[in-house]
Antibody
Framework: QVQLQESGPGLVKPSQTLSLTCTVS??????????WSWIRQHPGKGLEWIGY???????YYNPSLKSRVAISEDTSKNQFSLKLNSVTAADTAVYYC????????????WGQGTLVTVSS | QSALTQPPSASGSPGQSVTISCSGT?????????VSWYQQHPGKAPKLMIY???KRPSGVPDRFSGSKSGNTASLTVSGLQAADEADYYC??????????FGGGTKLTVL
C-alpha cells in the first residue's frame, strides 16, 4: 500500500524558506487518480490545507498561502516537495504530506508528519 | 475560504453514541458531497474514517457513520469504546480544486 514520509530541516530562521520533501513508496506519483498534498497543523490547533500537485504537474494552493507557496514533483525519485518562503513564527507547525484521492477529495494515507519550528 | 466550524469537545460513556457536527457554507459542504472525517490520536497522523459524506474506507468499523443536511455534516460514533477517544476533523471540497478543514473536536470517552 502507499506510504509517505516527510523529510527536511526541523528549524528554519525567520524570513527564510521552509523546504520539505515527501517520499512516496508503494505507488507512483505519476499515476492518475491522486493529488499529492501538503497539510499543516499548528501546535494544539486544527488542520490547514496548504496545497497539492496533480499527477499532471498542475498545482493548486490555499488562497491564504498562495503568494508564498510552491509545490513541485520529482517523478524520477517518486517525491514531491514544498517550499514556503518568507516564513515567520506563525508558520511553526507539524507539516504532513498526504495523498488526496481524485474525485472524492479525501486524504489518505498520511505521512507521520514533521515539526518545523521557525526561530532565530 | 474559512475553516469549517466544529464544537471543541464532545463526550460520551462507553457503549453510548455521540454525534459531532461540522458546519460550513453553500460554497463547501452545502454544494458538494465531498465531506470527509479524520481521526487523530495524540502524536499521530490523521486517519481517514469517512469520505463522500457517508462512505467508510476498508477497515473502518461500521460504528462510524456520516451524514449531511444542508450546510452541516455530522459524524456519529456508536457503541463508544475507549480507543475512540481522539480528535476528529472534518473536511470538505470547497470548489476550485481547494479543500477546507474544520477546527477539530476532542472526543472524550467518560
Amino acid at each position: 500500500q502507499v506510504q509517505l514520509q516527510e523529510s527536511g530541516p526541523g528549524l528554519v530562521k525567520p524570513s527564510q524558506t521552509l523546504s520539505l520533501t515527501c517520499t512516496v513508496s508503494g505507488g507512483s506519483i505519476s499515476s492518475g487518480g491522486s493529488y499529492w498534498s501538503w497539510i499543516r497543523q499548528h501546535p494544539g490547533k486544527g488542520l490547514e490545507w496548504i496545497g497539492y500537485i496533480r499527477y499532471s504537474g498542475t498545482t493548486y494552493y490555499n488562497p491564504s498561502l498562495k503568494s508564498r507557496v510552491a509545490i513541485s514533483e520529482d517523478t524520477s525519485k517518486n517525491q514531491f516537495s514544498l517550499k514556503l518562503n518568507s516564513v515567520t513564527a506563525a508558520d511553526t507547525a507539524v507539516y504532513y504530506c498526504a495523498r488526496v484521492i481524485d474525485g472524492v477529495a479525501a486524504a489518505g494515507p498520511w505521512g507521520q508528519g514533521t515539526l518545523v519550528t521557525v526561530s532565530s | 475560504q474559512s475553516a469549517l466550524t466544529q464544537p471543541p469537545s464532545a463526550s460520551g460513556s462507553p457503549g453510548q453514541s455521540v454525534t459531532i457536527s461540522c458546519s460550513g457554507t453553500s460554497s463547501d459542504i452545502g454544494n458538494y458531497n465531498y465531506v470527509s472525517w479524520y481521526q487523530q490520536h495524540p502524536g499521530k497522523a490523521p486517519k481517514l474514517m469517512i469520505y463522500e459524506v457517508s462512505k467508510r474506507p476498508s477497515g473502518v468499523p461500521d460504528r462510524f457513520s456520516g451524514s449531511k443536511s444542508g450546510n452541516t455534516a455530522s459524524l456519529t460514533v456508536s457503541g463508544l469504546q475507549a480507543a475512540d477517544e481522539a480528535d476528529y476533523y472534518c473536511s470538505s471540497y470547497a470548489g476550485g480544486n481547494t479543500l477546507v478543514f474544520g477546527g477539530g473536536t476532542k472526543l472524550t470517552v467518560l
